[in-house]
């Protein structure tokens, strides 16, 4: 696991493992955000295996499931809404830590304007060039 920071708050990664959830709770976030559907490659962890390591590390649990490329409004609001509600630091994660960095991005046109976002993902290894417009 290699958590890339987007700001203070947050920071993404690719999908995590059982080992990770702990490696997490070190690093000292204190939530973990899944944006990943359960089942959505073969051998990849179960969302409750992960939201049990989560627990048991004391972190905060949020899973919300978004298929990638297929990003609604309702998507944005709900991620905007869990993650004003969670404990911060935050470690959100999906497939490649993509859909996490446009969900946070989408969610945040009154904290960053969208060059500073654009900006912040690219720093952290992700090209959010091409939603400029959204």
């Keep these: 696991m290699t958590p890339r920071e987007l700001d203070?708050?947050?920071s993404v990664t690719p999908?995590?493992?059982l080992v990770d959830v702990a490696k997490a709770?070190?690093?000292g976030f204190k939530t973990i955000i899944a944006?990943?559907?359960d089942g959505e490659?073969?051998?990849q962890v179960p969302m409750a295996m992960i939201e049990d390591a989560a627990?048991?590390?004391g972190l905060g649990w949020i899973h919300q499931p978004v298929i990638s490329g297929q990003f609604t409004q309702q998507n944005i609001i709900?991620?905007?809404n869990h993650y004003a509600a969670a404990e911060k630091p935050i470690l959100a994660f999906c497939r490649t830590g993509t859909r996490c960095t446009i969900l946070w991005g989408l969610s945040n046109p009154e904290q960053y304007d969208t060059?500073?976002?654009v900006s912040k993902a690219q720093e952290a290894g992700y090209d959010l060039s091409g939603l400029r417009g959204r």
Excluded: H, V, W, Y
Aim: aromatic content about 4%; hydrophobic content about 40%.
């Design 8 to 10: 203070d708050n947050i």
């Design 15 to 17: 999908q995590i493992s």
């Design 25 to 27: 709770a070190e690093l």
């Design 35 to 37: 944006n990943r559907p």
């Design 41 to 43: 490659e073969i051998g």
């Design 55 to 57: 627990q048991k590390a």
């Design 78 to 80: 709900d991620f905007a």
């Design 115 to 117: 060059d500073t976002i």
